[in-house]
């Protein structure tokens, strides 16, 4: 039964580097947790189980003896003082509710504490003895504002997929940490670390761990696996769609479907070019005509953007403005505007330059807009254009008020070929490409709201370093777009 306090140390200690291999301010956190909450498990394996066996065979030096016995009372100390700490930074580095400026603060003062609480036990009792109920509460105090950092992280998450993700981070770790406390911090009345023996005064409950701990790690490395977990992901989604859309050969495909949605609009214009010259208004007509040589030349870039044998979105990039990006990317859907009488608004709190692929860039526009406008009805739908710009990166935003998307669909709905539309004509590749080209940007496209009946919205986001502010803002309210705005 002993063996078992060595494979909880080593199951955490593992799970926790994993994180920190995949590094980013949540992961951090998370590993350090896993790392020191796997320091008490590590240091009752060393009494228990690993040094009478080294020492029974004297298969240990006594100077590596005595180093290995100061080593486990540190990491009893940093389990004691700083676990709880480092679970409630967790919590607070998940939450965006913070700016960063304001969560370095945090964590700065907040590491006061523990290590004032350390050093006064070091000076009162020794670095081996521990009278738990010196620092109890304010272990206490720590893992319930971390309860509530985890809370309020998922409370105030608007994209869904992030939402459903912090929700389990959240569960999995304030469980582990609010058993961890009640069955130690709570448990524990005195403890003695002696030379590879121990005088404990507790309940009892620290000895049952084991089966909430393995557990949990089971857990994380489920979730993991299924889902993605802080970021992580043996079959990310990302790298699953990328290979999906290698396999199906992208260059051809993308073509194909670009295609597509350009002569549904040529077809329109001819119509309505007959019409005008059956109804005697000729010039009409030829301003008509002039829109389908916009449609042909703008599909000749896109042909000539996508080589012979690429099975991947290739990018030329450069500065380009992005108020133009999208007068462009209206004007392309203006027909489809037109037919369906659909009104559309922008609001740029943000204008400049862009670094990116126009070509690619305003091919993503037009199919973000076409899905709006076809989840819209004929008269009365609205779709709102905004732009702005964060700390994180520049933002682009779509927001119409259609028939919106199913919860069951929203992970499925950048899958190639993967579609609802009835019409035969929509091959479910049009959302794939459009994370592709945000992908290949360094950016990342996602469906933070969706409601049946009310509408969708989607938000392009691109690295800040891509974003060059305009030196002379022109005041939103005074922006029109020729005869669609």
């Known amino acids: 039964m002993k063996v078992i306090y060595v494979l909880m140390f080593v199951s955490m200690w593992t799970t926790g580097i ?4 995949n590094s980013n301010k949540n992961n951090f956190w998370s590993g ?10 590590f240091t009752f394996a060393m009494h228990l189980s690993i040094m009478p066996v080294l020492l029974k065979y004297d298969l240990v030096h006594p100077i590596v003896s005595a180093f290995l016995y100061v080593v486990s009372v540190i990491a009893m100390n940093l389990y004691f003082y700083f676990l709880p700490y480092i679970f409630s930074m967790g919590g607070l580095w998940l939450s965006n509710n913070f700016s960063i400026k304001i969560r370095v603060v945090l964590s700065t003062a907040m590491a006061v ?3 004032v609480l350390m050093l006064n036990h070091a000076w009162v009792e020794g670095w081996n003895q521990f009278d738990v109920s010196r620092f109890r509460w304010w272990d206490g105090a720590y893992v319930a504002l971390g309860c509530v950092f985890y809370f309020m992280s998922v409370q105030k998450e608007t994209d869904a997929f992030s939402k459903k993700s912090k929700r389990r981070v959240g569960f999995i770790f304030s469980s582990g940490m609010t058993w961890a406390f009640f069955s130690d911090y709570v448990g524990f009345e005195q403890l003695k670390l002696g030379m590879w023996k121990f005088e404990l005064q507790s309940n009892g409950t620290w000895q049952y761990n084991f089966i909430l701990i393995l557990l949990l790690v089971g857990l994380v490395i489920y979730n993991t696996v299924r889902y993605g977990f802080l970021g992580i992901k043996l079959k990310i989604e990302r790298e699953r769609l990328d290979y999906s859309m290698r396999a199906l050969t992208m260059g051809v495909s993308i073509l194909n479907h670009s295609i597509k949605n350009e002569i549904q609009k040529i077809n329109y214009l001819t119509e309505k070019s007959s019409d005008l010259i059956r109804g005697n208004q000729p010039e009409r007509s030829l301003q008509a005509m002039e829109q389908v040589h916009t449609i042909t030349a703008h599909l000749l870039n896109m042909v000539s953007s996508i080589k012979e044998k690429a099975d991947d979105v290739v990018l030329q990039e450069k500065n380009y403005p992005i108020r133009e990006l999208l007068e462009a990317a209206v ?5 489809s505007v037109e037919h369906k009488e659909i009104g559309i608004t922008l609001s740029m709190e943000a204008d400049g330059e862009l670094y990116c692929d126009p070509v690619h860039l305003k091919e993503t526009l037009s199919n973000l807009i076409q899905n709006a406008i076809d989840a819209m009805p004929s008269q009365g739908g609205v779709l709102q254009l905004r732009t702005y710009v964060t700390r994180k990166g520049f ?12 919860k069951e669909n929203l992970s499925k709905i950048f899958e190639p070929f993967y579609t609802t539309k009835k019409n035969t004509l929509n091959h479910g590749l049009g959302l794939s490409y459009c994370y592709s080209v945000l992908l290949k940007h360094g950016g990342q496209l996602s469906i933070p709201e969706s409601e049946i009946n009310k509408g969708t919205t989607v938000r392009l986001q691109f690295p800040i370093q891509k974003f060059t502010p305009s030196s002379k803002v022109i005041p939103t309210s005074e922006w029109k777009a020729p005869s669609v705005f």
């Open 113 to 115: 504490i523990p290590v």
């Open 18 to 21: 994993l994180f920190l291999l």
């Open 32 to 41: 350090m947790c896993l790392l020191v909450g796997g320091m008490a498990s």
């Open 395 to 406: 933002y682009i935003e779509l927001k119409d008020n259609g028939a919106g998307i199913p």
């Open 331 to 335: 004007d392309f859907m203006k027909p």
